[in-house]
C-alpha cells in the first residue's frame, strides 16, 4: 500500500493549552515499503502511526493510503478501512488475558480471509512451545512477540507497529525484525515501525526523523540491511 501525507496537522488539547502533536506532515511511502519512524519521546510518532492507521483523524491535510482517502472517511468507514488492509502492534500488548497464546493469535487470524498459517508464525515468534500459556504465565518480551504474531498473521496489506521490540532483547528483537522484514517481501507488506533504536533505520527502505511533531529529516536505502546485521542500542 502506497501512503502519501499531505500536510497533515493534529492538535490534542492538554489541559487547557493546545499540543501541536503533528505540524504540517507530508511524506510519500512507495507501496511495499519499509518504512522506520525515529525521533525523541513526544515527538509525534504514535499520533503519525494512529492517523496512518485510520484509529484516529486528522484535522487538517489528507492522507491516502492506496487510493483510500482516510481523511474524509467516516468513523463507520474507518473501522472497515482497519479490518480490511491494517495491522496493530500497540505499545501495550492488549492481550486477552483470559486466553492462551494460541487463542490470542487466533483472535488475529479471524480477523482475517487470508491468514497465515498458525504454527508457522507461533514458531517464527518463537512462541510455538509456550502455546498453550495464559498472558500472566509470560515475560513482557513474550507477551510482545505473542502480540506480534496476534498482528502479523491477518497478513495485513498494512502492518503499523509501535516499538515492535521495545521490551526485548537483541537476539529477539532481531528474530522479530527478521519476521517483518520476512512478511514485507514474501506477501507484499507495507511495514511501518516506530521506534528508539536508530540502528534499525538501516533496514528501512525509507527513514523518516521527527522531533516536535515536524519531519526533519528523510533518509532513503536504496539497499536496506539484513535485521540481523543492524547496529543495536
Ligand atoms: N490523547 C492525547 N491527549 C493529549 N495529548 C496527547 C495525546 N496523544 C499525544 N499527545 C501529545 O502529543 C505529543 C506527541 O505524542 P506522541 O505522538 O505520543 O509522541 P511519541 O509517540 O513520539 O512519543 C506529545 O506532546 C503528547 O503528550
Ligand atoms: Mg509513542
Redesign the pocket.
Known amino acids: 500500500m502506497p501512503i502519501q501525507f499531505t500536510d497533515v496537522n493534529k492538535s ?3 489541559g487547557e493549552v493546545p ?1 501541536h ?1 503533528l505540524k504540517d506532515v507530508s511524506f510519500h511511502i512507495p507501496d511495499e515499503s519499509i518504512v522506520v519512524i525515529l ?10 502511526m494512529n492517523v496512518a492507521g485510520g484509529i484516529d483523524q486528522p484535522d487538517t491535510g489528507r492522507i491516502e493510503i492506496n487510493k483510500h482517502h482516510l481523511d474524509v472517511l467516516n468513523t463507520r468507514q474507518l473501522t472497515d478501512f482497519r479490518r480490511r488492509f491494517a495491522g496493530f502492534i500497540f505499545q501495550q500488548y492488549n492481550l486477552i488475558p483470559t486466553l492462551t497464546v494460541k487463542e490470542n493469535v487466533e483472535v488475529g487470524r479471524e480477523l482475517s480471509d487470508h491468514p497465515l498459517a498458525m504454527d508457522d508464525i507461533l514458531e517464527k515468534v518463537g512462541m510455538l512451545d509456550k502455546q498453550d500459556k495464559f498472558p500472566y504465565q509470560l515475560s513482557g518480551g513474550e507477551q510482545q512477540r505473542t502480540a506480534i504474531a496476534r498482528a502479523v498473521i491477518k497478513n495485513p496489506a498494512f502492518l503499523l507497529c ?1 516499538e515492535p521490540t521495545g521490551a526485548l532483547d537483541e537476539a529477539t528483537g532481531k528474530q522479530i525484525l527478521a519476521l517483518l522484514k520476512y512478511v514485507n517481501e514474501q506477501h507484499k507488506t507495507t511495514v511501518m515501525i ?1 521506534t528508539h533504536n536508530i540502528g534499525i533505520g538501516d533496514m528501512a527502505h525509507k527513514v523518516l526523523k ?1 522531533k516536535s ?1 515536524e519531519i526533519i529529516e528523510t533518509l532513503e536505502h536504496a539497499e536496506p540491511l539484513d535485521p540481523k546485521r543492524v547496529s543495536w542500542t
Not at 525521533?39 to 503519525?48: F, I, N, Q, V, Y
Open positions: 490534542y488539547m492538554s499540543v502533536a525521533g525523541p519521546s513526544g515527538s509525534g510518532k504514535s499520533t503519525l509501535d516506530i521527527m511533531g
